[in-house]
């Protein structure tokens, strides 16, 4: 069973009451692993250089049918690539909303029925994860 601290969406530890670290484990462990690696890009880890989804390579994308279609895929290869995610469960589209690029996903773990969904912002310079709800 995969154990992390807890983070906030700054990234940030969250304490637990007794003033240590708070822990998560479980699914909730590797969706919040998901959700740091949406905002990394690939070969921020030393030892594993593809983790990451590098969605910055897109803050000054043109607008086109084709790069949208590239953005989608390049979300959903990363996705397929976990084994906890039922690879015929996702959903990524990916749409310009005033100067940020809105891409939505939902997803299913293999061991679970619930469909997550994890909204990303891709601004100019910075990758904003809203959330896995």
Excluded at 8 to 15: G, H, K, L, R, S
Excluded at 46 to 74: C, H, K, N, V
Excluded at 104 to 109: D, G, I, K, S
Aim: contains cysteine; proline residues 2%; negative net charge.
């Amino acid at each position: 069973m995969s154990v992390d601290m807890r983070i906030d969406n700054d990234f940030q530890p969250v304490p637990a009451a007794n003033g240590d670290t708070a822990l998560i484990t479980g699914d909730d462990c590797f969706l919040q692993t998901l959700k740091v690696e949406a905002a990394s890009s690939e070969n921020d880890l030393w030892y594993d250089p593809e983790w990451g989804w590098s969605l910055l390579d897109f803050a000054q994308a043109q607008q086109t049918e084709l790069m949208r279609m590239e953005i989608e895929q390049r979300v959903r290869q990363k996705l397929e690539a976990h084994e906890e995610i039922a690879v015929n469960s996702i959903s990524v589209s990916a749409s310009w909303q005033d100067d940020q690029i809105a891409v939505a996903v939902a997803f299913r773990l293999l061991s679970s029925e619930e469909l997550y969904q994890l909204s990303v912002n891709i601004g100019r310079t910075e990758i904003e994860v809203i959330d896995i709800a």
